[in-house]
């Protein structure tokens, strides 16, 4: 039987007759102002691009399932961990941190790990990246840090200039810098390269225990990086070469997989950490601190449409479930706030009310009207609280354990106690970690950019760099130095 035939409409749903020639007087007269869907058409066409994300822009997602293999129950209460085999939908986006949409996938970036659980407590967003650090610990250097990533407000370029002055004055980034530039920062494809939520968050169980963790997500389909060569050609050849990878495998039914992982520390353990466990540039040891086995992600499902899902996506650490809560981490701190106050720009007040970022439980609360409202806005209820008519009340049932700072007292504090340390463990994974071929590729991509430092400080950029390379490792500033062809004294 042959498939019916949709009418042309505009957009209230009238049928139209023409989507081609415009009404005009006379085969070769003026238009008329009374060609209301040619008016629609493009006044519609002027709109359809959205604010590029500032950070993030370029990527790709796709729909999956999570399910839970093993019992963490005695951690949290989080009613998506209660039983093994427990099942939720889940959203996940992959994406580049500093480029624009236009840009290729394959550039020396961290990269984007979102993950949106449906649960039945409501939406759970993992927002993370491929790597357990970041280059700074608190969110008020975050716009200046982005800033260099982007371009030089005169030339319009990309600037190794801005990157490595701002790495040069802030030591804490060494970390970060060292997995950046290493192959690591260069992941071959999206479905070869680890997740993590990256900040300390907290767990707390039916007796309203609390404890610290990270959330590791580890690719089943093993780790394949790009040298910085492979990652160069690539740009040119297929700048949406992620991308693709992800499409094809899953269009064909090879779906990719991660299994979940988590680090759990007390909160006896953290006050007798010999560092600030709630510092984004450190990672916690897993000799100390070993991975348990949470669950398993599978990805099985691109979406229909691509800017309906993955441009429209709206990830906030914010978005936490009952049994799952923040740290005093500062990073994260500054995300609950910045994140979602982004997407409500970029989308609107109601941002959570589109498809995809639609939690399958129901919504109610006294927040109505704003751009884009898209249910049925509270109907006739009242808009404000407390209200003698609607049966909308706080439960005291989800109220969190308090969050014990000690005797801390609210100041702007820059470090504590032994957070300067930026250099033991990006030393140890110079040293330990990598292979002799990763740390030479690791030193020609740091000779790489940093041979694009320009300008009358230049020389003191370099130095100021090659001496946190010096402190972290001194064989890594010495050939640095050479491949830089640069002189470089540690002792001046």
Known sequence: MKEKKRKL???????????EDSMTAGPRGPVLLQDHYLHEKLAHFNRERIPERVVHAKGTGAFGKFTVTHDITRYTRAKIFRNIGNECRIFLRFSTVGGEKGSADTERDPRGFAMKFYTEDGNWDLVGNNTPVFFIKD????????HTQKRDPKTNLKSPTMMWDFWSLNPESMHQVMILFSDRGTPDGYRHMHGFGSHTFSLINEKNERVWVKFHIKTDQGIKNLTGAQA???????????QRDLVAAIEKGDHPTWTMKIQVMTEAQAGSFPWNPFDLTKVWPHKDYPLMEVGRLELNEIPANYFRDVEQAAFAPSNVVDGISFSPDKMLQGRILSYPDAHRYRLGANYEQIPVNRPITPVSNQQRDGMMRMDDNGKDDPNYFPNSFDDIYPDEKYREKPMDLGHSVADHYDRNENDDDHYTQPGRLFREV???????????NFTGSMSGITGEKRD???????????????ELAARVAEGLGFDFNPGK
């Open 9 to 19: 409409t505009t957009a209230s749903g009238k049928p139209y007759f023409e989507n």
């Open 139 to 146: 969110a008020k250097k975050f716009p200046d840090f982005i």
């Open 232 to 242: 160069d050609k690539l740009r040119g050849e297929d700048p949406d070469y992620s």
């Open 434 to 444: 990598m292979t002799e071929q990763d740390r030479e590729n690791t030193i020609r």
């Open 460 to 474: 003191e950029i370099i130095r100021r760099q090659l001496m946190h390379f010096h402190r972290t490792d001194k």
